[in-house]
């Protein structure tokens, strides 16, 4: 790492307990040989754009996990590398300082402007901090794009269950023409595939009259009483199984009828652990409605569909269906 002038920063901090935040963040230009003047320039410059100022002659067993991540980081930025690698660095710290130093992180990087690659698990933190996000599955890569592409254009089931919170939902569909419209029927819901849908998905074409899977975003789903009533072809009528108040926003969980994505048919395609979910989930949905919804437990309730923003995917190969190459 060193030889490469690339700086890392781990995810268990590792600073050396015996050592000040001062030293900690002084000791590999110690090791270089650089003077004492310079150390403490360089440190107090990063302690000063970090917060750090007022610890840096603490231990970092008395600091908080937020003071020794930062620390860490400071101890890399000093360094002043031509790359930073960042090791799921926010992965100890509670759901309060993980939000506040994501912002920290990404202030950071605007500032210094130095090719970052961070490692995560966290879907959120890769979308808010990625200018581009490569997707891995056990080993391979999956797909590289920017964030936004990622949601509106996930290349396989993978992608697509990975990038959104709640997850996507899926669904084993028969596409047909019905009155001159392309429709997706899954138990006794029938939704009118959105014309912008077919011109960016010419592939469907190869599909009317089979099977497929159908992906729903949480968010594209909207209480029709709210919307001011659910149109033909857009409609999904259900009973609410659970309701949960997100303070902002409300999660409506809900039966559908139809083959559920799950087991042995899209195993290879999603991956074991997915589809074992996927299989113990069944038909149940999640939308992700406004707050004033009325939908309440065991409720009947219209929801919406922006059927615009469908997405279709095919069943053996699990790849999202989009263009004829």
């Known amino acids: 790492m060193a030889d490469r002038d690339i700086a890392m920063i781990f995810q268990n901090y590792a600073l050396y307990p015996h050592m000040s935040a001062f030293d900690n963040m002084a000791f590999g230009l110690k090791l270089r040989g650089m003077n004492r003047a310079q150390r403490g320039e360089r440190v107090t410059g990063a302690a000063t754009t970090l917060g750090l100022a007022e610890v840096l002659p603490k231990k970092p067993r008395t600091l908080s996990g937020g003071q020794r991540q930062r620390v860490a980081m400071g101890r890399a930025i000093v360094r002043e590398p031509r790359a930073f690698l960042m090791d799921e660095p926010l992965s100890n710290l509670d759901a309060k300082l993980r939000?506040?130093?994501?912002?920290?992180?990404a202030r950071l990087q605007r500032e210094l402007n130095v090719t970052t690659i961070y490692v995560t698990h966290d879907q959120v933190e890769a979308m808010t901090l990625g200018d581009r996000v490569a997707i891995m599955r056990d080993g391979l890569l999956q797909q590289v794009a920017k964030p936004q592409e990622l949601y509106d254009r996930p290349c396989n089931l993978f992608v697509a269950e990975f990038i959104g919170s709640p997850a996507m939902n899926l669904i084993s569909v028969e596409l047909a023409r019905s009155n001159g419209d392309v429709v997706a029927t899954f138990g006794d819901n029938?939704?009118?595939?959105?014309?912008?849908?077919?011109?960016?998905?010419?592939?469907?074409?190869?599909?009317?009259?089979?099977?497929?899977?159908?992906?729903?975003r949480p968010e594209d789903l909207e209480d029709a009483q709210l919307a001011g009533g659910a149109p033909e072809g857009r409609r999904l009528s259900a009973v609410v199984d659970i309701r949960e108040d997100m303070g902002s926003e409300v999660f409506v969980h809900f039966g559908v009828g139809g083959t559920a994505v799950g087991g042995e048919d899209v195993k290879a395609a999603v991956g074991e652990e997915a589809a074992e979910v996927a299989a113990v989930k069944g038909n149940v949905w999640v939308a992700r409605v406004d707050r004033d919804t009325a939908a309440r437990e065991q409720s009947h309730i219209d929801l919406v569909v922006d059927t615009s923003r469908l997405h279709f995917f095919d069943p053996e190969t699990g790849e999202g269906v989009y263009s004829e190459d």
Request: hydrophobic share 50%; net charge positive; proline share 3%.
């Open 99 to 105: 939000v506040e130093m994501r912002a920290e992180i």
């Open 190 to 216: 029938a939704l009118a595939v959105d014309q912008r849908v077919l011109e960016r998905r010419p592939a469907l074409k190869r599909f009317e009259g089979k099977g497929l899977i159908l992906g729903i």
